[in-house]
C-alpha cells in the first residue's frame, strides 16, 4: 500500500513513510534547499567554469553573512562538477578545486592546503619553493577550470604587508593557471582584497544579503517546509514568518536550524505538522533557541 502526501515534495513524501527515528535522522542530515538568489550564485559559478582561457580571467567574490549559505553553494557546485578519470590519457581532471583558507595569509600552509585538495602527498620538509613549484605542476596536469578559495575573510588575521605577499600570490595561480578565482568569506573579505589594486579590479562581487520580509523569504519558507516529512501540512502564517526572521537576524542557518528542530519536536510528539504557534511564542520555540550564552 503507497502512502501519499501531497503537500511534499515525491523525495520528502517517500521519507514521510518512514519511521520517526529514520526520518529523524533525514532531518538532521546536511540537505540541498534551493532558494532564488542561491540558484542566481549557482548561474554566477557555471559562467565562470565555462569561460574561455584569457590573460586576465575574471573573478567572483561571494559575500555574505556566516550562516547565510556560503559554503553549501559551493560544496553543491563541486558536487555538480565532480573529478574524472580519462582513461585514455591516463590523467585525473579536477574541473573545481576548492579549498579552504588558512587562518592567516601563509603561503605554505596554503600550498600545502591545495596539495590535500587534489590529493597529493606533501615532499617532507618541503621549502615554499618546492611546494609552488609542485602545486602547479600538479594544477596544470589536473587543468582545472576553476580554483575555490573559502573563507578568505581570514587573511586579515595577518599584517598588511603579509596579505600584500598572499593576494600577490593568488594573482600569480591566476594568471598562471588562466582560470578564475572564486573567494568567499564574510563582508570583511572586501577590505582584505582591497590590499590588491590589481587583483580586486578583476573581482566581481555577488552578495547573499540576511532574509527580510518578502516574497522571497516567503518562498523559501514553503520550500523548507515541503522538504521536511512531517505527515501533516504545516499552517504557517505571516506573523510567524516575521517572527521567524526577527529570532534568527534572517540568517539562513539559524531558519533551517530552527525549523528542522521543529519537525523533530512535531514528529517526537505525535503532532507531525510545524503551527504558526510555535513559532511565534510558547514552550517548543524557547526549547528550540535554548538559552542565551
Known amino acids: 500500500m503507497t502512502i501519499d502526501f501531497p503537500h511534499l515534495y515525491p523525495g520528502a513524501g517517500r521519507i514521510a513513510a518512514l519511521s520517526a527515528e529514520e526520518r529523524?535522522?533525514?532531518?538532521?542530515?546536511?540537505?540541498?534547499?534551493?532558494?532564488?538568489r542561491a540558484e542566481a550564485a549557482l548561474a554566477k559559478l557555471e559562467t565562470l567554469?565555462?569561460?574561455?582561457?584569457r590573460a586576465r580571467m575574471p573573478n567572483l567574490l561571494l559575500?555574505?553573512?556566516?550562516?547565510?549559505?556560503?559554503?553549501?553553494?559551493?560544496?553543491?557546485?563541486?558536487?555538480?562538477?565532480?573529478?574524472?578519470?580519462?582513461e585514455t590519457t591516463g590523467r585525473l581532471h579536477m574541473p573545481v578545486?576548492?579549498?579552504?583558507?588558512?587562518?592567516g595569509p601563509d603561503e605554505t600552509r596554503f600550498y600545502?592546503?591545495?596539495?590535500a585538495a587534489i590529493g597529493a602527498p606533501e615532499p617532507p620538509r618541503a621549502t615554499l619553493?618546492?611546494?609552488?613549484?609542485l602545486a602547479l605542476r600538479l594544477l596544470t596536469e589536473l587543468r582545472p577550470h576553476m580554483l575555490v578559495i573559502d573563507e578568505i575573510h581570514s587573511l586579515?588575521?595577518?599584517?598588511i604587508r603579509e596579505q600584500a605577499r598572499f593576494l600577490n600570490m593568488l594573482r600569480f595561480l591566476g594568471n598562471e593557471l588562466r582560470v578564475p578565482l572564486v573567494c568567499v568569506g564574510t563582508?570583511?573579505?572586501?577590505?582584505?582584497?582591497?590590499?590588491?589594486?590589481?587583483?580586486?579590479?578583476?573581482?566581481?562581487?555577488?552578495?547573499?544579503?540576511?532574509?527580510q520580509d518578502g516574497a522571497d523569504f516567503t518562498g523559501l519558507m514553503s520550500t523548507l517546509i515541503r522538504s521536511l516529512p512531517l505527515r501533516r501540512e504545516s499552517e504557517i502564517d505571516g506573523h510567524a514568518l516575521s517572527r521567524m526572521i526577527k529570532v534568527t537576524d534572517g540568517i539562513t542557518s539559524g531558519i533551517f536550524s530552527i525549523m528542522s528542530q521543529l519537525a523533530i519536536a512535531a514528529i517526537e510528539s505525535g503532532e507531525e505538522r510545524i503551527l504558526s504557534r510555535d513559532i511565534l511564542g510558547g514552550d517548543r520555540l524557547q526549547a528550540v533557541l535554548g538559552e542565551p550564552v
Open 24 to 36: 529523524i535522522l533525514r532531518i538532521r542530515a546536511d540537505r540541498w534547499i534551493s532558494y532564488p
Open 49 to 53: 567554469l565555462s569561460f574561455p582561457e
Open 63 to 86: 559575500v555574505g553573512e556566516s550562516g547565510m549559505g556560503k559554503t553549501m553553494i559551493i560544496e553543491k557546485f563541486t558536487r555538480d562538477h565532480p573529478s574524472s578519470f580519462d
Open 97 to 103: 578545486v576548492a579549498v579552504q583558507m588558512v587562518s
Open 112 to 115: 600545502r592546503r591545495i596539495l
Open 129 to 133: 619553493a618546492v611546494l609552488e613549484s
Open 156 to 159: 586579515q588575521a595577518g599584517t
Open 187 to 211: 563582508a570583511q573579505a572586501r577590505n582584505a582584497l582591497r590590499t590588491d589594486d590589481q587583483l580586486v579590479r578583476r573581482f566581481e562581487a555577488f552578495a547573499l544579503p540576511p532574509w
